[in-house]
Structure formats: C-alpha cells, structure tokens
C-alpha cells in the first residue's frame, strides 16, 4: 500500500491508499471567493437555495476545471443523496442558520454578505466583491447561472447524478480525479491535477 498526500481544508495529511498517486481534492479552500461566489450566484439566480447554488457551482466548477486545470474555490465535493456538493461552500451557506461549523472570521463574513430564510434560500444582502473572483472564475460561473439557473429541483439531481458522483458513496467525498474523468480533456487534466 502506498501512501499519499491528501490536503482538504488546508492542511496535511499523509493517509494510506491503494491507488498510487489518486487526487481527493483540490489544494486550498478560499472562504472569502467562496462567499463572493456565493453572491454572485444567488443575486442572478430567481430562486437562490442552497440546492441551486450547489448545483450551479459543481457545473461551473467542471467548466472552470476543464478550461483552467483548477476548481474555483479549492473546495471539496460530497457525493450527496441529491446530487454532489461543496462541502466547504455548504458549511458557510449553513452557518447563516447555525448549522454549519466556521471561523469567527468567516462568521462575521456570512453575517455581512447573506441571510438565509426558509430554511435554505439565499437572500443577498448585497452585491458580490467581483475583485476577488478573476474573469475566468466569474465567467464560469455566468455560464453555469445562464445554462443551469432556470431548472428544477429534479432537472439539477439527474444532471448532477453523473459519473463522478456514482464514483462515491453516498457523504463520501468524490475525488478531483473522478470530475476530471468526465471530462473531454480528463487525461492531460489528471496528468496535470497529479503534477
């Protein structure tokens, strides 16, 4: 059995696996373009729920993956009953309500940024910090808002139930690898992602 280097939220773990030199995720998670990747989402989207963020950001991630050769926030999916989510971008969305585990740092972020009523519908309280997302991250996501946006709750599940998220059991995370997979580009982008 070898051993790889798995780094989630920032730090370093050595864990061992049976496939040499797998990719589980992404290197860095950035809250603060999280939150502003967040508002931007929800001030285009007609129904902002944490169901339709997640959605639109696991799309526009696989765009921005295939294009750039990297994930716009560094976050890692979960393969979820609906579909995959981000887990770290999920966490902020839930601790608007007190639900989900942040820094006091990232609190007083969410605080200023969203509200979340319903139980799970994102309400802007104002307009995203487009500084911190470069013009490849904001037209990624501009794609995935105007191609995705509009569908349903069951339209996103069944498009999102794709082979990346059959990779993973149910709340197990999905590799980086198995979302390059479904991509045209998926063996220079693992060649690239294992680099």
Not at 46 to 70: C, I, M
């Amino acid at each position: 059995m070898s051993l790889i280097r798995a780094i989630t939220i920032g730090y370093t773990e050595s864990m061992p696996y049976r496939e040499s030199r797998m990719v589980v995720s992404s290197r860095h998670f950035f809250p603060e373009k999280a939150i502003e990747a967040i508002l931007f989402v929800a001030t285009r989207l007609a129904n902002p729920t944490f169901h339709s963020v997640s959605k639109v950001f696991y799309f526009a991630d696989k765009k921005h993956l295939e294009r750039y050769g990297r994930l716009i926030c560094g976050d890692s999916y979960v393969a979820m009953k609906h579909g995959p989510v981000p887990s770290q971008t999920y966490d902020l969305m839930k601790a608007s309500v007190g639900r989900g585990w942040v820094t006091p740092d990232q609190a007083e972020l969410i605080q200023s940024a969203f509200d979340v009523s319903s139980g799970c519908r994102i309400q802007a309280k104002r307009q995203p910090e487009l500084k911190l997302l470069s013009e490849s991250e904001i037209e990624c996501l501009a794609e995935s808002v105007t191609e995705y946006g509009g569908r349903s709750f069951g339209e996103l599940t069944s498009l999102s139930h794709d082979a990346a998220w059959n990779s993973a059991d149910e709340n197990e995370l999905i590799s980086i690898e198995e979302i390059a997979k479904t991509l045209p580009n998926s063996d220079a982008l693992i060649v690239h992602l294992r680099s």
